[in-house]
């Protein structure tokens, strides 16, 4: 018998169908796997049934009993928790504080005897962390144990999982996985949204596929593949490999020399790091997340000073020039690690977020005026280039999915040809279709000559990418490999600190 059943369930936002008709069963125990391009309705049906939103039409059954889930108060009285993309947590409280925020509401609380149950459920679930250690100092696989934690305290039995491994390491996966197989054979049921084809085959039980907010398909992971899964998605043939052709060095674009960059508690995160970047070039950043990527892609974009070290673009020494001197003289494109914080203004429009970096310039500003017919005209331009799904530009960013938002960003940084493009995690949390649109724009730019830094934890996606590999690790670049020769075995080694052998 299903533990939950979805009949016939539609949402409508005003003229827009969200879901379409949608019915979908999921077993007791089970893992089951959600799938479906950014946009296809998947977030949405899980606001549905954790109490976000209402559906217009249709029932949704627990053991088989129908039930009204009005607010997440209710789902949570039902057994539903949510584990969200963006982690819904207050970095300055302490992991105790978060997990028992909004649980309970005693006017006098035994912070040692929460502390003592939250350790020994952290034991027994294998998430161990620390009850009084402030979230905002935890790494985010550690932060992602303790939204869990903050599920399963409010005794959530019916898991939903957005994007889970989006931001994990892939030593944290199989973590995380172990984790999730206990918490099935301990009779928790879990509903698992990925954009990682060959995760859903390893970890679910079945997947049921979402495209244009209809179901599309239900089956089991052992009778299907990632390449049919693709294409039920995107109801299309997907390149899972991007045609790269090979490059020919022109003149240096970047160049950095001894580059030292502190981090936001002023602890040196960027360690002397030298590298030159040439036109027509795809350079690498691979390593483990929190080994000073970000810290060198907001050095060299002009987002945080340099202590020490040069930075030079096609050979002007712009080290010490301002962010907004780097916006007016250089032409660079940063693509930022999170597109909701530092890629957009999430209350505006696509059209504003578009001209973010030229609203004072022509055709978009004459007479200190804004020109909204130039703005609207950039707009739907933009939008029919990238294929951004939205009706029209006056669509708040909010209102878009993650690959939508994503597609936003990419748009308004490869706008005006610049030289030099800082890719921060350009694939974060898309799905197979967003993803293939993204990286064809970015070596659509390589042909045309841009310098791209590509930094991605995604270790295979950044050697399909890159023409030379730079692997970080505690601030410093290890080694630059040549991608074509250079293995994940090797590769791997110095993500841990670790030296390559050829002998071994």
């Known amino acids: 018998m299903p533990y939950l059943r979805l009949e016939k369930i539609t949402k409508h936002f005003g003229s827009f169908v969200a879901n379409d008709d949608i019915t979908m069963q999921v077993q007791a125990g089970s893992i089951h796997a959600l799938l479906g391009e950014n946009g296809a309705g998947k977030t949405t049906l899980m606001n549905i049934l954790c109490g976000l939103y209402r559906p217009t039409t249709g029932q949704i059954y627990?053991?088989?009993?129908?039930?009204?889930?009005?607010?997440?108060s209710v789902a949570i009285q039902h057994g539903i928790g949510m584990i969200?993309?963006?982690?819904?947590?207050?970095?300055?409280?302490?992991?105790i504080e978060n997990i028992i925020l909004g649980a309970d509401f005693s006017l006098r609380l035994n912070v040692a005897q929460k502390a003592?149950?939250?350790?020994?459920?952290?034991?027994?679930?294998?998430?161990?962390?620390d009850p009084f250690a402030r979230v905002g100092d935890l790494p985010i696989g550690t932060q992602q144990r303790v939204e869990i934690l903050k599920a399963l305290y409010r005794k959530a039995t019916l898991l939903i999982l957005d994007e889970p491994t989006a931001v994990l390491t892939p030593p944290e996966i199989e973590r995380f996985f172990a984790v999730l197989r206990q918490l099935a054979a301990n009779h928790h049921t879990i509903i698992f949204i990925s954009h990682k084809l060959e995760e859903v085959i390893s970890l679910?039980?079945?997947?049921?596929?979402l495209r244009r907010g209809k179901v599309v398909a239900t089956t089991t992971t052992q009778d299907t593949s990632a390449h049919e899964l693709a294409q039920l998605m995107v109801g299309r043939e997907v390149a899972f490999r991007q045609d790269k052709p090979a490059h020919a060095a022109e003149s240096v674009v970047l160049d950095v020399n001894g580059l030292q960059v502190q981090d936001d508690r002023a602890l040196p995160s960027v360690r002397g790091v030298s590298f030159q970047l040439w036109a027509g070039e795809i350079l690498g950043v691979a390593g483990v997340d929190g080994n000073g990527q970000r810290e060198l892609a907001d050095a060299i974009a002009g987002l945080r000073p340099a202590m020490q070290g040069t930075i030079k673009l096609k050979g002007k020494d712009i080290t010490d020039t301002t962010l907004q001197q780097r916006v007016q003289q250089s032409k660079i494109g940063y693509i930022p690690e999170d597109r909701q914080k530092m890629g957009l203004v999430m209350p505006f429009s696509i059209a504003r977020n578009l001209i973010l970096k030229a609203f004072k310039q022509l055709p978009f500003c004459r007479h200190w005026q804004l020109q909204q017919p130039a703005i609207a005209a950039n707009a739907e331009s933009a939008i029919r280039q990238f294929d951004i799904r939205a009706t029209s530009g006056t669509l708040k960013a909010s209102q878009l999915s993650g690959g939508n938002q994503q597609k936003v960003v990419l748009a308004r940084e490869l706008s005006g040809q610049p030289d030099l493009i800082i890719a921060m995690q350009p694939t974060r949390g898309l799905d197979i279709g967003a993803t293939e649109a993204v990286q064809r724009?970015?070596?659509?730019?390589?042909?045309?000559?841009?310098?791209?830094?590509y930094i991605s934890?995604?270790?295979?996606?950044?050697?399909?990418?890159?023409?030379?590999?730079?692997?970080?690790?505690e601030g410093q670049f290890l080694d630059i490999l040549d991608a074509q020769t250079a293995t994940l075995e090797h590769i791997g080694l110095l993500m841990a600190g670790g030296q390559f052998s050829t002998t071994s």
């Open 204 to 209: 679910c039980d079945r997947v049921t596929v």
């Open 62 to 72: 627990l053991n088989n009993q129908p039930v009204q889930i009005t607010s997440p």
């Open 441 to 453: 724009a970015l070596l659509a730019e390589r042909k045309r000559g841009a310098a791209i830094l």
């Open 457 to 473: 934890t995604e270790l295979e996606e950044v050697m399909a990418m890159s023409d030379r590999i730079a692997v970080i690790y």
């Open 116 to 129: 003592a149950a939250i350790a020994a459920m952290s034991e027994a679930y294998g998430l161990t962390v």
């Open 84 to 95: 969200h993309q963006h982690f819904m947590l207050v970095p300055q409280l302490s992991v």
